[in-house]
């Protein structure tokens, strides 16, 4: 059976008013919806480019569930779902760790690897890089600078458990300086963790400023 490479990206579909709020109460909805949308869409030129195929399919993992059967479909997203760049799945219900761990069970075999939609900084060497680490390791992270990460990939060569619920991503604190420490307590002694670039998500005023102070 083949074993392709899958990045998933987890994202809110773009809607004013309904993502990034912690954002949009310091810069404004639109400023934030703008930035979503914006961000979003250098990603998936970057990911899932026109010009060659990437070494890895790409999938957009979104919210609300009927975003994924097409109900409201952003056009940003529209446009490479009708090229055939990108794919689409429903996260689902419950917290961070059961919907990824949900979608690590429900992917077609081989590695997988999950990002955020909201890091501009991004690059496909860091995606190559992770893909690479799981090669000879079992689980890959970026971390981030609040103690969480931006990226969490799986080799998957073993099954990862029917039950998102349990597992990998049983009890993390999400949100807090302990999610990158309680996700790696959880990893069996026989399985070993690669990590990568550290990056940050951009959450609030102050690090969409420094974003844009660095972008020039």
């Known amino acids: 059976m083949s074993r392709s490479r899958h990045l998933v ?12 709020r912690r954002l949009a109460r310091d810069i404004g909805a639109l400023a934030a919806l703008d930035f979503q949308r914006r961000n979003l869409t250098a990603l998936l030129q970057r990911l899932a480019p026109p010009r060659f195929s990437p070494p890895w399919r790409v999938w957009l993992a979104l919210t609300p569930d009927g975003a994924a059967k097409g109900r409201g479909l952003d056009p940003v997203i529209g446009r490479f779902l009708n090229k055939g760049r990108v794919k689409i799945l429903a996260q689902g219900g419950g917290d961070l760790g059961v919907r990824m761990g949900r979608i690590f069970t429900r992917l077609p075999p081989g590695p997988a690897v999950i990002i955020g939609s909201d890091i501009p900084a991004i690059t496909t060497d860091m995606i190559s890089t992770a893909f690479a680490q ?11 600078g609040d103690g969480g990460y931006w990226l969490v990939g799986a080799a998957r060569r ?17 949100s807090t300086a302990d999610a990158l420490a309680d996700t790696l307590a959880n990893l069996e002694k026989s399985e070993s963790a690669g990590f990568i670039d550290r990056l940050d998500d951009i959450d609030d005023g102050a690090a969409y400023r420094r974003w844009r102070l660095e972008a020039g």
């Open 9 to 20: 990206i987890f994202t809110r579909l773009p809607r004013l008013g309904t993502g990034k």
């Open 134 to 144: 799981l090669g000879d390791r079992d689980f890959v992270f970026g971390p981030a």
């Open 158 to 174: 073993r099954p990862m458990g029917r039950n998102p619920r349990g597992g990998l991503f049983s009890g993390v604190r999400w």
